[in-house]
């Protein structure tokens, strides 16, 4: 079952589980495989000093951040939320990438640039939260000939059980079972007028490691004390790492990285 045989998404200022990384937690790295994830992307696509990239949901700007810093690129974020962005703002100007890096609120599916202006784009955990044909038919508008599209996605390893959909809509929230199959997102990729180029399919975990290499000292501190000390976040926890552990079977992420024909 993909995402076509469910009509049901969320967006992400109403997923729970969104909401609870992002502001109970505060969490700023949310998509899958963390910066480790971003790292193989960016190098997958191979972006250099001289590109000008788009990323499409960019959420807390953080991946941006350290792309534009490893890299060397320019990087646009665009998100609905205008708040986040003022602080990611901020954030990549203390980090000395306030000429490199820039944030403006937008929509995926209507992008607010003239055509052909981007060397590549990305999506982290953002096209399950858009009408995807919509969000990458924009975005290669966007992309000059050539370009690159890189996508990590939540996916399935093989079409899952109605229990399994059930469960995963329950734990993380409706957008969750907006994904595709593996070979479907390679084939939605296709269908809008990208060669698919990259594909690997991956485990998702979700555990404090993972937290500390995406998040830092300070902020895995921070999150690590509620656990102890909030009930409700210690319950909300277990349920998501369990989640991921009994559906691992069917529930995974994807990396992609596409031309523009």
């Not at 784009?121 to 000939?145: D, G, H, M, P, W």
Request: net charge positive.
């Amino acid at each position: 079952m993909t995402s076509q045989t469910c009509s049901i998404v969320c967006e992400p200022g109403t997923c729970d589980t969104f909401q609870f990384m992002a502001k109970i937690l505060k969490m700023k790295v949310l998509h899958p495989g963390g910066l480790h994830a971003t790292k193989l992307l960016a190098e997958k696509c191979k972006i250099s000093s001289d590109m000008i990239i788009l990323d499409a949901g960019c959420g807390s700007g953080l991946s941006d951040i350290f792309i534009a810093n490893k890299y060397g690129c320019r990087i646009v974020g665009i998100d609905i939320e205008t708040e986040t962005l003022l602080k990611a703002q901020a954030e990549a100007v203390s980090n000395g990438l306030g000429d490199r890096v820039v944030f403006r609120v937008g929509n995926a599916n209507n992008l607010p640039f003239q055509d052909q202006i981007f060397d590549g784009a990305i999506f982290q955990a953002a096209l399950i939260f858009t009408n995807k044909t919509e969000a990458l038919q924009s975005v290669y508008q966007k992309v000059r000939s050539g370009g690159f599209l890189g996508v990590i996605e939540l996916a399935w390893k093989k079409p899952p059980l109605e229990k399994i959909v059930t469960k995963v809509r329950e734990t993380l929230c409706a957008a969750a079972v907006n994904t595709e199959t593996h070979s479907d997102w390679i084939q939605l990729f296709r269908k809008n007028g990208f060669e698919v180029i990259h594909s690997e399919l991956l485990d998702h975990k979700f555990n404090f490691r993972g937290m500390f290499e995406n998040e830092g000292l300070i902020s895995s501190l921070r999150i690590a004390l509620k656990y102890i000390n909030d009930e409700s976040v210690k319950k909300k926890m277990a349920q998501i790492t369990s989640l991921f552990k009994e559906t691992g079977e069917y529930l995974g992420y994807g990396i992609y990285v596409a031309r523009k024909k």
